[in-house]
C-alpha cells in the first residue's frame, strides 16, 4: 500500500456476488500483498514464512521457489474474514541454510553471565540441526521418490538424485555443528561466573563456528558446479521436459553467481478470496485430487498449505514430516488425508487464536498435472483492495467466478453475471475471467464427478447458453490452461532477463582470465586429473627403477645410522667409558646391548625404514606444479601409499631376534673382520671428533680477525664459553696421549669459576664449569679413540695386555663393540631391505587403483585438485553451458508452443 494509507482504516467490504480470481505477479509484488494482509488482520499473529525445506529443484523435484508470485482470489456475499495468500517457494542447497543460521549472539560486557552468552551459541546451533535435519529428510525422501527425474523413465540418469548432493552437504555440516555443540556443552559446565576466564573460549568458538561455515559453502558451491558440469557432459537434454530443463538452468545460474537465487525466477500461484467462496475447491481441481479439510460454513483453512504440483504416473500425495504415501485415486486414502491435514492445523493453532502461520507442505503428483506451486492461506483482507494494491493494471490477474450454479438457481440477473465476468464491476482489469463449477450437492463427490458436474452445467445451464461468456472462459480445465499459460509466459520473459545476465557474466570472467592467465590454456578437472595423475604413476615408477635392492640396503643402513649415532656414541661408547677401565666398559657394553634390541630398537629400525621410503616417494613426487593445483593430489598418493605401508605381523619380532644375535656375537673371526671393524671404528669416531670440534667453535664464536673483517662482536655466552676453554684447557693436555678425568671434584670447579669470573668481570657458577668440562672430555677422549683405532689396526692377535698402547684406554676392547653394531646395522638393514622390497611390489598397483577410485569420483576429484585458475575456469564452463541452455529451453519453448512465435 502507498505510505499514506493504513489498510485497518479501510471498510469492510461486502460483495454482492461470489468471485474469484487468478493473479499472477512477481517475488516483490507478493511481498507486498503479504504486507497487506498483516496490516489488514489486526489482533491475528505476525505473519512468518517458515524456512522452506523442501530439496526439490524441478517442478517434478527440485528446487522451486518463487520468481513472479501469483494470487488466486475470493470474494463472497458476506464480510470478508481470511483470505488466503500464498507463500510458496521450494528447498535450497546447503549454502542457504548456512546464511539463514541465526547471527551468533554477542558476547556482552565482562561481568555478563557466560551461561547466558552460551546458552545463546547452544540454541543457535540448535535451529540450525533441527533446519538441516529437514534438508537431509527431505533430500532422502527426493532421492527415493519413483518420480524423481533420477528414476522415471525417459528422463534420463544424473549424478545424484535430486537434492541428495545438499543433503549430503547438510549431513556433513550437522556432524560438523554436533561437534561444537559438545564443546559449548562442556564449556558451560566449566563456567562458574567468571566471565573473563571463559571470555576467550567463547570468542574462539565464535570464530571456529565462523570459519567452518565459511569453509563449508565454498566447498559446496565448488561441488555443486562441478556435479552440474558432469551431469551436463554424461546426459542429453533431450529426454528432458521442458520443467526439467529449466530447473537444470537455475542450477547452472546458482553455481555461476553466489547472488543468484533460482527460487526468484519461478512463477507460483496464490489464492486470495472470502471464507467459503471456493478456494480450496479451486485448488482440488487443479491439483485433481481433495486433499484439503473442509466443513458446512465453517473457517477449514487454519494453516498456510503449500501444495508443490508436479507430473508423474501414478496419482499419490504426501504431507511433508509423515512418512505415509496417500493415493489420490483412492476415496478412503484421500479421507485419511484430509483428516491427518486438519490435525496438523489444529496442532498448530496457539491457544487463544484460529489460524496459525505455520505452512503445512503437501507434494501432490499425477498424470498431466500442471507443474506448479500453490498455497491456501488463513489470513483476512479486503480482496478487490489487495488485487489493485499489488497488480493495478491486471496483467497478472485471472478473475474467477466460482459456484455459478448457485447464481442460477437463485436466478441472478444475467447482465449482472456478464459485467462481472468483463470485468465492469470491481475494475480490476483481468488478463482473464473464468467461470467454474467446484463442487456438487454431495460434499464427499470425487474430482472426476465434479468435473462431470461442471461440463453437464455449462451444456445445460439456460444462464450460460445465452452468451454471457464464451465456451472458452467456461471451467476449470480452461483455467488450468490459462493458468499454465501464463506461468510460462512470464517465465519466457525471466529467460529472456537472464540470458542477458549470463552473457554480461561470461563477458566479466572472460576479462578476469585474460588479466591473470593471460596466454594459457583453460583445462578442464577431469583432463588435468588425468595429467597429474600420469606424473605420479611416472615419478613413483621411475623410484621403483632406480631404487634398486643394492641401492635401497644402502640407503636404509645409512639412515639407520643416522637415527642411531647420538645414541651410540653418547651412552654406548662414551658413556661406557668414563672409568677408562676396558674390563667395566665391556660389562657396561654387555648390559646396555642385551637390553636394546627390546627396548625400541626393533621399533626403531622399522620407523627409519618407513620414514625412508615415504621421504623417497615425497621426494619422487615432487614435480614442479607452479601454484600449487597438484599439491592435495600428491598428498593423497602420499597418504595412500603411507596407508598400505603395513610391516608383516611378525616382522617386529624377526627383527628383534636377528638384532639380538647379532648384538650377541663377541667373537671377530679373522683378521679381515677386524680390519673391517677398525675401518668403521676410525669413520665414526674421526666424524664424531670433528662434528665435535664445529660444535664448540660455534659456543665460542669467530675469532678475532674474523670479528674485524664482518663488523661482529662476541656475545656474552661466547665469551664465557672461550674463557671457561682457556682456564680448561690444562686439564687437556695437546701432548698427552692418555685419557683425562671425566670430572672435575668441587674444589677444581671452584677455582675455575673464579678464574672465569675474574677474565669476564660477571660471576658464573660451578653447573657452567661442570658443563663446559664435559664437553671438553667428550672431544679429547674421541680424539683419543680415533688415534686408538689407527693403533688397533693390527693388533689382532695381541691380548689385553698387549695393546695397552691404546690412547683411549680400552686396549682395543672397543673394536669387538663396533664390531657388533655394524653386523648389527648390515643385518638390519638387509631386513628392512627384503619388507621394504615386497611393499615396493604392491605399492604401484595399489596407487593406481586408488587414483581411478578418485577419477571416478566426483567429491574427491574436487577435493584433491584446486586452483584459483581451475575454479575460474569451471566457472567460465557453467555460465557458456547455462547460455546454451537457456538458448535451448527458449526454442523448446516455442517448439512446444508455450510461447507464441513472436515473443
Not at 529426454?239 to 546458482?254: C, F, G, P, Q, W
Not at 483455467?479 to 499454465?484: I, P, W
Not at 574436487?862 to 585458475?869: D, M, T
Not at 517448439?895 to 507464441?900: A, C, D, L, N, R
Amino acid at each position: 500500500p502507498a505510505p499514506h494509507m493504513d489498510p485497518r482504516s479501510r471498510p469492510l467490504r461486502r460483495s454482492p456476488m461470489l468471485l474469484r480470481g487468478v493473479l499472477l505477479g512477481s517475488q516483490r509484488v507478493g511481498v507486498q500483498a503479504a504486507r497487506v494482509v498483516r496490516a489488514r488482520r489486526a489482533q491475528l499473529p505476525a505473519l512468518h514464512t517458515p524456512l522452506p525445506t523442501q530439496i526439490h529443484r524441478s517442478f517434478t523435484g527440485g528446487t522451486v521457489a518463487s520468481a513472479a508470485t501469483s494470487v488466486v482470489w475470493v470474494m463472497v456475499r458476506r464480510v470478508v474474514l481470511y483470505p488466503a495468500i500464498l507463500i510458496a517457494g521450494g528447498s535450497f542447497g546447503v549454502e542457504e541454510a548456512k546464511k539463514r543460521l541465526p547471527d551468533l549472539p554477542d558476547l556482552g560486557p565482562v561481568g555478563e553471565a557466560a551461561s547466558s552468552v552460551t546458552a545463546g551459541i547452544l540454541e543457535m546451533l540448535k535451529t540450525g540441526e533441527a533446519k538441516l535435519n529437514e534438508m537431509v529428510e527431505d533430500g532422502k525422501r527426493a532421492g527415493d521418490s519413483p518420480s524423481s527425474p533420477s528414476s522415471r523413465e525417459g528422463a534420463g540418469d544424473r549424478v545424484l538424485p535430486p537434492g541428495a548432493a545438499d543433503a549430503a552437504e547438510a549431513e556433513r555440516f550437522l556432524s560438523e555443528i554436533n561437534r561444537l555443540r559438545r564443546k559449548v556443552a562442556l564449556l558451560e559446565d566449566a563456567v562458574d561466573g567468571d566471565i573473563e576466564e571463559h571470555q576467550g573460549e567463547l570468542l574462539k568458538l565464535t570464530t571456529e563456528l565462523s570459519s567452518e561455515i565459511e569453509r563449508l559453502t565454498s566447498d559446496n558451491t565448488t561441488l555443486r558446479r562441478r556435479l552440474v558440469i558432469d551431469s551436463a557432459e554424461r546426459h542429453s537434454d533431450a529426454t528432458k521436459s521442458v520443467a526439467e530443463l529449466y530447473s537444470d538452468i537455475l542450477t547452472l545460474r546458482e553455481d555461476a553467481d553466489g547472488a543468484f537465487r533460482g527460487e526468484d525466477q519461478l512463477p507460483r500461484v496464490v489464492v486470495v478470496g472470502d471464507q467459503s467462496a471456493g478456494k480450496t475447491s479451486v485448488l482440488e481441481m487443479i491439483a485433481r485430487a481433495r486433499i484439503f479439510p473442509r466443513g458446512a460454513g465453517e473457517m477449514m483453512t487454519r494453516a498456510p498449505v503449500q501444495v508443490t504440483m508436479s507430473d508423474a504416473d501414478t496419482p499419490t500425495a504426501n504431507l511433508k514430516g509423515s512418512s505415509r504415501i496417500y493415493r489420490t485415486d483412492r476415496e478412503a486414502d484421500l479421507v485419511q488425508l484430509r483428516s491427518e491435514i486438519e490435525r496438523a492445523m489444529l496442532r498448530g493453532v496457539a491457544a487463544g487464536h484460529s489460524v496459525t502461520d505455520v505452512t503445512i507442505s503437501l507434494d501432490v503428483r499425477g498424470p498431466g498435472l500442471k507443474p506448479m506451486d500453490a498455497t491456501r492461506d488463513a489470513e483476512g483482507s479486503s480482496v478487490a483492495d489487495l488485487v489493485r494494491t499489488v497488480d493495478p493494471d491486471g496483467e497478472r490477474t485471472i478473475f474467477v467466478l466460482t459456484k455459478v450454479d448457485l447464481a442460477e438457481k437463485m436466478q441472478r440477473p444475467a447482465k449482472k453475471l456478464e459485467q462481472i465476468l468483463k470485468g465492469q464491476v470491481y475494475n480490476m482489469q483481468a488478463r482473464n475471467y473464468f467461470a467454474v463449477v467446484t463442487g456438487t450437492d454431495s460434499p464427499d463427490a470425487s474430482i472426476e464427478e465434479i468435473r462431470v458436474a461442471e461440463q453437464r452445467f455449462f451444456e445445460r445451464s439456460t444462464l450460460f447458453m445465452t452468451g454471457v461468456v464464451k465456451a472458452s472462459a467456461m471451467g476449470t480445465s480452461n483455467l488450468s490452461r490459462a493458468v499454465s499459460k501464463a506461468f510460462w509466459e512470464i517465465v519466457h520473459r525471466s529467460v529472456g532477463e537472464q540470458l542477458e545476465d549470463a552473457t554480461s557474466d561470461l563477458k566479466r570472467k572472460e576479462n578476469e582470465w585474460k588479466a591473470r592467465f593471460a596466454g594459457q590454456p583453460r583445462v578442464k578437472r577431469a583432463d588435468l586429473f588425468i595429467v597429474g595423475r600420469h606424473k605420479i604413476l611416472e615419478s613413483i615408477s621411475s623410484l621403483n627403477s632406480s631404487l634398486t635392492a643394492i641401492a635401497l640396503e644402502k640407503l636404509l643402513r645409512q639412515k639407520l645410522w643416522e637415527r642411531l649415532r647420538a645414541y651410540v656414541i653418547n651412552t654406548l661408547y662414551v658413556g661406557s667409558a668414563e672409568n677408562g677401565d676396558p674390563g667395566a666398559f665391556r660389562t657396561n657394553c654387555e648390559n646396555l646391548l642385551g637390553a636394546w634390541p627390546s627396548q625400541g630398537l626393533a621399533a626403531a629400525s622399522l620407523g627409519v625404514a618407513r620414514d625412508t621410503l615415504i621421504s623417497e616417494m615425497e621426494t619422487a613426487v615432487d614435480f614442479p606444479d607452479e601454484d600449487g593445483t597438484f599439491s592435495p593430489l600428491k598428498q593423497r598418493a602420499l597418504k595412500t601409499c603411507a596407508e598400505n605401508l603395513v610391516w608383516g605381523p611378525n616382522t617386529r619380532k624377526k627383527l628383534q631376534s636377528i638384532q639380538d644375535l647379532r648384538l650377541s656375537d663377541d667373537v671377530i673371526p679373522d683378521d679381515g673382520a677386524w680390519r673391517s671393524a677398525v675401518g668403521f671404528m676410525h669413520r665414526v669416531l674421526a666424524e664424531e671428533h670433528t662434528r665435535a670440534l664445529a660444535t664448540v667453535e660455534a659456543a665460542v664464536g669467530p675469532s678475532a680477525l674474523w670479528q674485524w673483517l664482518s663488523w661482529t662482536r662476541l656475545t656474552q655466552a661466547q665469551k664465557a664459553r672461550a674463557a671457561a676453554y682457556v682456564e680448561l684447557a690444562c686439564f687437556f693436555p695437546s701432548s698427552s696421549d692418555s685419557p683425562a678425568r671425566p670430572s672435575l671434584n668441587a674444589e677444581e670447579a671452584n677455582g675455575i669459576r673464579l678464574a672465569v669470573t675474574r677474565r669476564l668481570g660477571t660471576e658464573v657458577d660451578t653447573n657452567f664449569v661442570h658443563e663446559t668440562y664435559e664437553e671438553m672430555h667428550r672431544i679429547h677422549f674421541l680424539g683419543l679413540s680415533a688415534k686408538s683405532a689407527v693403533y688397533c689396526t693390527n693388533r689382532y692377535h695381541k691380548t689385553e695386555g698387549e695393546n695397552n698402547g691404546a690412547s683411549n684406554g680400552l686396549a682395543c676392547s672397543d673394536v669387538v663393540l663396533f664390531w657388533r653394531l655394524q653386523n648389527m646395522l648390515a643385518s638390519t638393514s638387509n631386513v628392512l631391505r627384503v619388507e621394504a622390497m615386497d611393499f615396493r611390489n604392491t605399492m604401484e598397483d595399489e596407487l593406481r587403483t586408488v587414483l581411478s577410485e578418485i577419477q571416478a569420483d566426483t567429491v574427491a576429484l574436487q577435493e584433491v585438485l584446486k586452483s584459483p585458475k581451475l575454479d575460474l575456469a569451471e566457472e567460465i564452463e557453467v555460465i557458456k553451458l547455462t547460455i546454451d541452455k537457456l538458448k535451448a529451453f527458449e526454442k523448446r519453448l516455442r517448439s512446444e508452443g508455450k510461447v507464441p512465435e513472436t515473443q
